[in-house]
């Protein structure tokens, strides 16, 4: 959701915007996060069928930092792990989720 939309429902439903709860931009993260979601977003995802997502391939990702001038590389690498575990994690309770919910369908 942007923030404008936030702000819009906020609005129609009376209540004052809450800073914590407020969706940020991209342009409003810092240059090293939008570089890491930049990078992330161009690596090639890992996805095996009876599990899922399992993460993203850094086959490519020193391509990346020489395209992006990347200087601290640990730094970067350490933010876009942060990024994968997230939708690992994600993916998994996604797939547990469904799996639940199709048992409970008899499928």
Known sequence: ???????MICKE???SPDPKKMPI???DLC???QLSVAI???????????IGYV???LSGIGVLF????????????DLISLLDSHNI???????????KKMKKSGG
Request: aromatic content about 10%.
């Open 89 to 99: 994690e994600k993916s998994s309770k996604d797939r547990a989720q469904a799996l």
């Open 31 to 33: 240059h090293e996060n």
């Open 55 to 57: 993460g993203k391939s």
């Open 1 to 7: 959701m942007s923030l404008e939309k936030y702000l």
């Open 25 to 27: 931009n991209f342009e």
């Open 40 to 50: 992330f977003s161009k690596l090639s995802s890992n996805i095996v069928g009876d």
């Open 13 to 15: 439903l009376g209540k």
């Open 66 to 77: 020489d395209i992006y001038n990347i200087r601290d590389k640990i730094f970067l690498l």
